[in-house]
């Protein structure tokens, strides 16, 4: 009986800490490592919601970038890092989900050793050609590069990534050789594609789109079951005959797997405040973004569906890092 009650109060202590524990966090600054440079994608999100955030937490949250091999180093860095709740990762499918398939030798592993927190913001891509390039739709397209095997090649923003293993698929499935050239980011990946180094890319249309208005770029396909509002006269790949390219590139937030759950609730619940304000969603639905927002557990089913999804792609093209 005297054991029971140790044990009752031994609990109740527990609870008490955690409660006190997350009261009182933080007491100095929050950091926020990002995967890729500034003027990436996940950089833009993750500048949206720190300061408003700090707002809220009474304390600097900082932005660190921590590019290199497709997300790997940042999230490798952030899951060694004390669970201390002062170190979180903003990155995207690559690090957190595809790369535990992709890469044979992985020094962490994007389940066990990172906790989700949220998932912030997703967006559909669309498949682009630069001007040069001659095809001018997506059926064009196919013809061309079956024609031109290995003189092709197409930009993406790292092995593992969203813009990777779509069209590591759409090769596999249309039978294309393409040559893969991953970039440390998007905007180097745009910026190569605009000086003729590549021909093609899967990227998110805000990104490309005053390049399309340009006449440099030529969108062929829309990665989402339904066409996109920025690209109304631009197909979808299920009205293409291709509904298993439906893909979305995707960035969340995590922390070391050890950080204590009422620090990753309290993060959350301070990411989906500052993901709701109508200037948050004004910054990131121009980019191109739909606002997640997502709890830690449905996060981690996210996370879970697609490391699955894109596992099978993973294997069944042979998709290797590059």
């Given at each position: 009986m005297l054991k029971i009650k140790m044990l009752v109060v031994f609990l109740a202590a527990l609870a008490t800490a955690g409660g006190a524990l997350a009261q009182a966090w933080p007491t100095r600054p929050v950091k926020l490592v990002v995967s890729f440079p500034p003027g990436t994608t996940p950089d833009t999100v993750a500048r949206v919601v720190a300061p408003r955030m700090q707002e809220s937490l009474g304390q600097p949250v900082v932005v660190e970038n921590r590019a290199g091999a497709g997300g790997n180093i940042a999230a490798d860095a952030v899951a060694k890092s004390p669970a201390d709740g002062y170190t979180f990762l903003v990155s995207t499918n690559a690090a957190v989900a595809t790369n535990k398939v992709l890469y044979a030798n992985?020094?962490?592993?994007?389940?066990?050793?990172?906790?989700?927190?949220?998932?912030?913001a997703t967006a559909a891509q669309a498949l682009v050609v630069r001007n040069g390039v001659p095809v001018k739709d997506f059926k064009a397209f196919l013809e061309y590069a079956r024609k031109n095997p290995g003189r092709m090649s197409y930009g993406t923003t790292g092995s593992g990534s969203a813009s990777h293993l779509t069209m590591e698929l759409l090769k596999a499935d249309a039978k294309l050789f393409i040559v893969?050239?991953?970039?440390?980011?998007?905007?180097?990946?745009?910026?190569?594609?605009?000086?003729?180094n590549v021909e093609t890319m899967f990227a998110i249309i805000p990104g490309v789109l005053p390049h399309i208005k340009a006449g440099k770029m030529t969108p062929l396909a829309v990665t989402a079951l339904k066409r996109s509002d920025l690209l109304p006269d631009v197909p979808s790949v299920k009205e293409l005959g291709y509904p298993q390219l439906e893909s979305l590139a995707w960035i969340g937030?995590?922390?070391?797997?050890?950080?204590?759950?009422?620090?990753?609730?309290?993060?959350?619940?301070?990411?989906?405040?500052?993901?709701?304000?109508?200037?948050?969603?004004?910054?990131?639905?121009?980019a191109g973004f739909d606002v997640a927002g997502t709890s830690p557990?449905?996060?981690?089913?996210?996370?879970?569906?697609?490391?699955?999804?894109?596992?099978?792609?993973?294997?069944?093209?042979?998709?290797?890092?590059?």
């Open positions: 992985l020094p962490y592993d994007p389940e066990r050793d990172l906790a989700t927190v949220s998932l912030l893969h050239i991953p970039y440390r980011g998007f905007p180097q990946a745009v910026t190569d594609m605009l000086a003729g937030l995590l922390a070391p797997a050890k950080t204590p759950p009422e620090i990753v609730e309290r993060l959350y619940a301070e990411a989906r405040k500052a993901l709701a304000q109508p200037e948050s969603k004004k910054i990131l639905t121009n557990s449905e996060f981690r089913a996210w996370q879970q569906s697609e490391i699955a999804k894109w596992g099978k792609v993973i294997r069944a093209t042979g998709a290797k890092p590059d």
